[in-house]
């Protein structure tokens, strides 16, 4: 009765909150498949007869950190089907830059029973591996009542997510001990997840699998040019920017570049719903504004904007300095491991707390640089932009800490095979 009720809750609010999504521009063809009207592709592999693995990324930092995970499953059991999903555009659009033809990203199932299990059926997954915390009650009971082994993969338990767990035990609970093991980044959140009553032998450490990310990328159409117009000038990437971020950063390019007449700004928001409303707050402080899939010069007053969706590495691998977006706000940030992987410099605001433990051993380490203002940025700015020998010292104790924390893909695909006995 208790998954009747939620089912008709969820259902009721997904359709409130349709509207709000088109306002913002987040509509799009492949939405309504999320309600359980399968696209061609999702419809055609339930004719195949063969089962798959099914990987839950929820967004872009996951998606992305799917890549290390698909290539050894790739390696590992060339023969098994791989499907994943994930529940954003730009999520979707880095999958399919990097799965294969006979691979299928597609939007995930809202977590509605019918609609579940709807896709289990076309999918028939024999292992579904979910990353980090989406721990969605119907994804999980419907799963495993169909046979399917569950393995959180890469899983963290947030200050705010243990404490809604723990409130809501009654409902979470039973959900949560139909999962057959628990991948987790660090001894935190696997304590987390013992005081959640798993038994501990259904839990494992195998760290972070975001440190495992490659410095490759499929270069996008723009990359030549745009490699070009940047040569012998110092390019500033603010990635993943959200509202309130872009008024904070344009001011502190203004006042920099009377001291740096070659330095160039390069904004990438994180919604690109929210381009044209930037790009009108760039003319606003009256510099010239210019998308980057169309950027033909790159004069000293303009500000490009990156528009396209899954390209934010290549920009990243062009960088001198990096701002990580969504830390002066209360976004609780982005993954500052994107840039390290290039050897760049990186700074962030005071708002980490989606990549906490990422973010202390970047301190720890001497890494990157936390600001708990734009004062604190415009400050760290100056002093980076004045030393190229401190930009590359900084750039390179990043990459150092990648090459000690690498290996986590790899321990979790051992335990994934010994679990799901394949």
Known sequence: MIYFIYDI????????????????GRVHKRIFSRLGFLSPDIQASDGEGKSAIWIHAVSVGEAR???????????????????????????????RKFLKKDEL??????????VVAKFIRALRPRLLLVMET???????????????RIILVNGRISDRSFQGYRNLSWFFGPALRKVDLFCMQSEESARRIRRL????????????????????????????????????????????????E?????????????????LRLVIAPRHLERLDKIRRLIRVNGLEAAFLSKLNSFSS????????????????SLADVVFIGGSLVKKGGHNPIEPAVFGKPVLFGPFMDNFREIRDIFIKEKAAIEVEHSQGLEYEMRRLLASPAERKALGERGRQILSGHRGATERTISEIARKAGL
Not at 15 to 23: E, N, S
Not at 105 to 114: G, K, M, N, V
Not at 207 to 213: A, E, H, P, R
Not at 248 to 262: G, M
Request: one cysteine or more; hydrophobic letters at 50%.
């Open 134 to 148: 989406e721990l969605w009650p119907n994804l999980l009971r419907l799963n495993a009542a169909a046979g399917t």
């Open 65 to 95: 950190a799917v890549e290390s995970l698909v290539r050894l499953i790739r390696g590992r059991w060339p023969r098994e089907r791989i499907v994943v999903s994930t529940v954003t555009p730009t999520g979707y659009a880095i999958l």
């Open 105 to 114: 990203a597609f939007f995930a199932p809202l977590d509605i029973s019918w």
């Open 9 to 24: 809750l969820l259902l009721i609010a997904s359709v409130a909150y349709l509207p709000f999504y088109a306002l913002r």
């Open 246 to 262: 872009e008024e904070a950063v344009l001011a502190l390019y203004k006042s920099l570049r009377k001291d740096f007449t070659n």
């Open 301 to 316: 007053a303009q500000v490009a904007l990156l528009d396209t969706m899954g390209d934010l590495s290549a920009v990243y």
């Open 197 to 244: 009553a798993i038994p501990q032998d259904r839990i494992r450490v195998t760290g972070n699998i975001k440190f495992d990310l490659q410095d490759d990328f499929i270069e996008p159409a723009f990359f030549p040019k745009f490699k070009d117009l940047i040569g012998g000038q110092i390019l500033w990437v603010c990635g993943s920017t959200h509202d309130n």
